[in-house]
């Protein structure tokens, strides 16, 4: 008896399994992003030829980051936010971009508060984004040369 049953116990299984699988379809459409940034365009501020190394606090020299969402009415998306960010945020500052400058940063402003890179601020309406600022910053312990710099940080849009 304990080999008929361990014989049904097998032929059972592989009755459910055969039917347990089946194979499965995906497909969707692939879509332009319904919104984009300047028009996928470069934003540039600049922040003027004569900045005085004494000068630079974190409050002088402060500009505003002028950008655009435009967003495609065919595909609007329900839930819009940007996201503000960098692959090399300075050492002594979180919120602060590292220039080609040792010792320069570029602390970046989200609504008037110093930005968190990545993470997603909402979007209301598109055509009244988030007010974002540029302000160089010094590291305390370097003190500055002479020259022109460059700083680079990601601004992208995210929906669902």
Request: glycine letters at 6%; proline letters at 6%; charged letters at 20%.
């Amino acid at each position: 008896m304990k080999i008929s049953v361990t014989g049904f116990l097998l032929v059972f299984q592989i009755i459910c399994s055969a039917h347990a699988e089946d194979n499965m379809f995906f497909h969707g459409t692939l879509v332009t992003p319904p919104c984009t940034i300047q028009n996928g365009q470069e934003i540039d501020v600049a922040f003027g030829e004569d900045l005085g190394i004494n000068k630079i606090d974190g409050v002088n020299y402060r500009q505003n980051v002028n950008y655009r969402i435009v967003c495609d009415t065919h595909y609007m998306p329900n839930e819009l936010a940007v996201v503000v960010d960098s692959t090399q945020p300075t050492i002594f500052d979180s919120s602060a971009v590292q220039t080609t400058k040792n010792g320069l940063g570029v602390r970046i402003f989200v609504a008037s508060q110093p930005a968190t890179f990545g993470t997603r601020i909402a979007v209301k309406d598109p055509n009244s984004p988030p007010e974002i600022e540029a302000v160089p910053v010094q590291d305390p312990g370097i003190t500055l040369d002479e020259g022109a710099f460059d700083a680079t940080m990601t601004l992208r849009v995210d929906y669902m």
